[in-house]
């Protein structure tokens, strides 16, 4: 029987909603989700309707002329640009996640769990990776297959599995001297079937919790290559991508600026709330 019972994560999940600043967190970052997907619905403005009825384009905010949060300097809705900018990012973060996960995950148990000369060549696979350029590498995948919402998050958890790996495998090395993995082992079950049942439910708790470090790192990572005008592109945007227009325009359009900045820093913001959250919740001194 290994310790991934079901009693343990129900007691976490009772610690986390005793955290307030987390249960705080994930209140907000629920209903930014939800003005982000209602946002374009109930406006009259689509993401690339231009409004030339005003003078000058670039609008500042105000409920009479229906644009909350103003005009880009392109007559379009800001409010609904940073809805679908804040849907895009993280669609982005959370693809690029799972991508990053499941490889780091399946690397990590694997290797930690082999051990010995398997685990040597895993492992020194990730120390060369990790000696290559992690932006330089994806910036020439994006220019070399083209410039894609698919290419972006696959590139990024392509290569952001490797601190995963190693957190997983450590891990996996320390399971792999406990009881419940030699029964395992005694009773002749495939080394895929232990690592599958008995290594990967047990290293859950950790790989959560650093799945929320990860899609701010994913976030910010993505906003850096769209303000370097690699990532989403037109007709889509990014919070990224907004923050690079705004800051073109900082001085005389500041709402521009100031509106995707606070929606990216609020998530930013939430999501670390949570990690902490979590991290606490899952802590086995607290068991």
Do not use: K
Not at 134 to 145: A, G, K
């Amino acid at each position: 029987m290994t310790d991934a019972s079901p009693g343990i994560y129900a007691a976490a999940w009772r610690r986390l909603g005793r955290n307030r600043a987390a249960v705080a967190a994930l209140v907000a970052l629920a209903v930014l989700v939800v003005v982000s997907m209602a946002g374009p619905v109930v406006s009259s403005f689509s993401i690339d309707h231009v409004d030339w009825s005003l003078s000058p384009l670039a609008s500042p905010p105000g409920l009479a002329n229906g644009h909350w949060l103003g005009t880009d300097g392109n007559g379009r809705d800001l409010f609904v640009r940073v809805c679908a900018g804040t849907q895009v990012s993280l669609l982005v973060a959370l693809l690029a996640t799972a991508v990053s996960l499941l490889i780091g995950v399946a690397w990590g148990a694997t290797a930690g769990y082999l051990g010995g000369r398997v685990d040597g060549w895993m492992m020194r696979v990730v120390d060369v990776l990790y000696a290559l350029p992690y932006m330089f590498f994806v910036i020439i995948l994006t220019v070399v297959f083209g410039r894609s919402l698919l290419l972006i998050f696959l590139a990024i958890g392509a290569v952001g599995w490797l601190t995963m790996a190693r957190i997983v495998r450590g891990q996996s090395l320390a399971l792999r001297q406990q009881a419940f993995v030699d029964a395992a082992i005694t009773l002749g079950l495939p080394a895929r079937r232990i690592i599958a049942r008995h290594i990967v439910p047990n290293v859950i708790g950790t790989v959560v919790v650093y799945a929320t470090l990860t899609v701010p790192q994913v976030i910010l990572f993505e906003s850096f290559l769209s303000f370097l005008g690699l990532g989403v592109q037109e007709p889509l945007t990014s919070l990224g991508r907004l923050v690079a227009e705004g800051a073109l325009e900082m001085e005389a359009a500041p709402w521009q600026l100031l509106a995707p900045s606070a929606a990216l820093a609020l998530i930013l913001l939430c999501l670390n709330f949570v990690g902490d959250g979590l991290r606490d919740a899952l802590d086995p001194r607290q068991r």
